[in-house]
């Protein structure tokens, strides 16, 4: 998994053969926001199956209704990633930047879900701290991730997405 990772930020990084100083820029943001899109989507799957008593990681190493959760959060974050994908696909007719952190947020997301959760990843972190933590905690967790995915979208959009008004772009 980890080798997988490093692959899909290394096309990024490198996809177009980084063009004049500004692409590096944007394929940094674009890799920033596929690994927080990655995240909170792993955040809000965590809040939204709670844990229910959960110790281990596989649910082939747990009974009834603890692997039933474990399932249920990955079923969850699959239907997640699979938006995404769709949303960057879609997007793309749209965006020249977003598209792209956001397809590879789902790729990312996608390749989590569908993966073995016994396998220690950067997003079964969240399957950690969510069987210590309370309802409250993972929605704090949910909602911060939040905010910080919306400021990263914001700020993309803002500085690569955005069309110069009418009056900035004809001379006087």
């Keep these: 998994m980890g080798f997988i990772v490093a692959a899909l930020v290394i096309a990024v990084l490198f996809a177009d053969r980084l063009g004049p100083p500004g692409e590096v820029r944007r394929r940094f943001y674009q890799v920033g926001l596929a690994v927080s899109l990655a995240v909170f989507v792993s955040a809000v799957a965590a809040f939204l199956t709670p844990a229910r008593g959960l110790e281990a990681l596989s649910p082939s190493e ?8 474990l399932r249920e959060r990955q079923t969850l974050i699959v239907g997640l990633a699979l938006l995404l994908i769709v949303a960057g696909v879609v997007g793309s007719l749209r965006w020249q ?3 792209l952190g ?5 790729v990312l997301t996608l390749l989590q879900g569908l993966g ?3 396998a ?15 309802t409250a905690r993972n929605l704090l967790y949910a909602v911060v991730l939040g905010v910080g995915v919306v400021v990263l979208l914001v700020y993309g959009y803002d500085q690569w997405e955005r069309q110069p008004a009418a009056s900035e772009s004809t001379p006087a």
């Design 120 to 134: 220690p990843t950067f997003l079964t972190l969240l399957y950690d701290t969510s069987s210590q933590a309370g």
């Design 62 to 69: 747990v009974p009834g209704p603890i692997a039933e959760s």
């Design 102 to 106: 956001v397809t590879v947020g789902g």
């Design 116 to 118: 073995d959760p016994s």
């Design 97 to 99: 930047t977003l598209f």
